[in-house]
């Protein structure tokens, strides 16, 4: 599927390394498993309801060492278990990714529609959640010196296009929450964002391939984005980007513009 260096040695190689996927067991969030596995590092693959995912996910990773852990963005106590998991099994992290989200299709113009319930859901889900999660972690991301957070987050927070309108303010806080939370975790985490377009994956309950296709069709590349696009993004950042944080970078073939 990829063309990793083997065993994750050079110098951008993962060996080594601690990595925590929330949103582990499927979608963007499993493509991310795989590559960071690939690249030499050791998994933690975190789920909510996915643990029969997550755990086959985990059997087929390059590798040894990797886990799955239960991480409901809801429940910051369970993140906080996960966290104390972690430390006492591998005493560090070196990369967090808060993949982990929800949405529900909604019509912007529907606004009776989106009720209150659906939008707590998605914020709690994709906003607090994240910020839950790197709040247990900060400190074994500190104990590196030189840790890594990457944000999935999605090109609804700039456009104001997307799923439903809860969802687009849910990523946009993500993006802004980003900025804020660079300025106090530096210099030992950097803190980046990736923001794909719509993503060849079934996140969004209801949307087609169809739809999908529409949209990578009106994008000036031309391309439907995969969930290992969007993976080898967060690669790139994690190894390449070392002098970034605070930023969020678009997967997007164009389509903001």
Same mark, same amino acid.
């Given at each position: 599927?990829?063309?990793?260096?083997?065993?994750?040695?050079?110098?951008?190689?993962?060996?080594?390394?601690?990595?925590?996927?929330?949103?582990?067991?499927?979608?963007?969030?499993?493509?991310?498993?795989?590559?960071?596995?690939?690249?030499?590092?050791?998994?933690?693959?975190?789920?909510?309801?996915?643990?029969?995912?997550?755990?086959?996910?985990?059997?087929?990773?390059?590798?040894?060492?990797?886990?799955?852990?239960?991480?409901?963005?809801?429940?910051?106590?369970?993140?906080?278990?996960?966290?104390?998991?972690?430390?006492?099994?591998?005493?560090?992290?070196?990369?967090?990714?808060?993949?982990?989200?929800?949405?529900? !299709?909604?019509?912007?113009?529907?606004? %009776?529609?989106? &009720?209150? =319930?659906?939008?707590?859901?998605?914020?709690? #889900?994709?906003? /607090?959640?994240?910020?839950?999660?790197?709040?247990?972690?900060?400190?074994?991301?500190?104990?590196?010196?030189?840790?890594?957070?990457?944000?999935?987050?999605?090109?609804?927070?700039?456009?104001?296009?997307?799923?439903?309108?809860?969802?687009?303010?849910?990523?946009?806080?993500?993006?802004?929450?980003?900025?804020?939370?660079?300025?106090?975790?530096?210099?030992?985490?950097?803190?980046?964002?990736?923001?794909?377009?719509?993503?060849?994956?079934?996140?969004?309950?209801?949307?087609?391939?169809?739809?999908?296709?529409?949209?990578?069709?009106? !994008?000036?590349?031309?391309?439907?984005? %995969?969930?290992? &696009?969007? =993976?080898?993004?967060?690669?790139?950042?994690? #190894?390449?980007? /070392?002098?970034?944080?605070?930023?969020?970078?678009?997967?997007?073939?164009?389509?903001?513009?």
């Amino acid at each position: 599927m990829s063309e990793a260096l083997p065993g994750g040695r050079g110098p951008y190689g993962l060996s080594g390394k601690v990595a925590v996927v929330t949103g582990g067991s499927s979608g963007i969030g499993a493509a991310t498993v795989r590559r960071m596995a690939e690249a030499g590092a050791t998994v933690i693959v975190g789920y909510n309801a996915g643990a029969d995912r997550a755990a086959a996910l985990v059997g087929e990773l390059p590798g040894q060492g990797h886990l799955a852990l239960r991480m409901p963005m809801e429940d910051s106590a369970a993140i906080r278990d996960a966290a104390a998991a972690v430390q006492e099994r591998f005493g560090r992290a070196d990369i967090l990714v808060n993949s982990a989200a929800t949405t529900r !299709a909604v019509p912007h113009g529907d606004l %009776e529609s989106l &009720d209150d =319930a659906t939008f707590d859901r998605i914020l709690i #889900t994709n906003v /607090r959640g994240p910020f839950s999660t790197i709040r247990a972690f900060a400190p074994l991301l500190r104990t590196g010196g030189d840790a890594v957070i990457v944000n999935i987050s999605s090109l609804s927070a700039q456009n104001g296009l997307g799923s439903s309108i809860a969802y687009c303010a849910s990523k946009a806080g993500l993006d802004t929450m980003a900025m804020s939370l660079a300025r106090v975790l530096g210099p030992e985490i950097r803190i980046i964002g990736v923001s794909p377009a719509g993503v060849n994956t079934d996140f969004v309950p209801g949307r087609s391939k169809d739809a999908v296709v529409r949209q990578a069709a009106s !994008a000036p590349l031309r391309r439907i984005t %995969e969930a290992d &696009d969007v =993976a080898l993004a967060v690669l790139a950042a994690v #190894t390449h980007l /070392r002098l970034t944080t605070g930023t969020t970078i678009l997967v997007d073939s164009g389509k903001h513009l």
